[in-house]
């Protein structure tokens, strides 16, 4: 159905900037929620960031005010812009999307393959 292209994960310096990009491609009429999330080993995935088709956003405490997340719904294309990054941010961050339509509900969310951002002290 979905598969999801990341892009723009490395190295950056304490107080520095990345961004990421995730491209959506498959057999699908249109991607809807899309999101940003991050693991560190031994604990729990977290939210980062998550927007709607519509461009309404939501994101997790830790990163408010530092992060800013966009999509491009002809693209198909989520960003995430990570500003003041500090060494907390280090982990693989997961590209998350809906594929429509979706006639299962609770089995349409698609996952990336995980990008690794390293941030630095």
């Known amino acids: 159905q979905v598969q999801l292209a990341e892009s723009g994960g490395g190295l950056a310096q304490a107080g520095g900037s990345l961004s990421l990009s995730c491209a959506a491609s498959?057999?699908?009429?249109?991607?809807?929620?899309m999101g940003w999330y991050r693991q560190v080993p031994g604990k729990q995935r977290e939210l980062v960031a998550t927007?709607?088709?519509?461009?309404?956003?939501r994101y997790g405490d830790s990163v408010k005010g530092r992060f800013t997340i966009s999509r491009d719904n002809v693209k198909n294309t989520v960003y995430l812009q990570m500003n003041s990054l500090k060494p907390e941010d280090t982990a693989v961050y997961y590209c998350?999307?809906?594929?429509?339509?979706?006639?299962?509900?609770?089995?349409?969310?698609?996952w990336g393959q995980g990008t690794q951002v390293t941030v630095s002290s």
């Open positions: 998350n999307a809906e594929g429509l339509p979706c006639f299962d509900p609770g089995n349409c969310d698609y």
């Open positions: 927007t709607t088709r519509g461009f309404s956003t």
């Open positions: 498959g057999l699908f009429e249109s991607i809807g929620a």
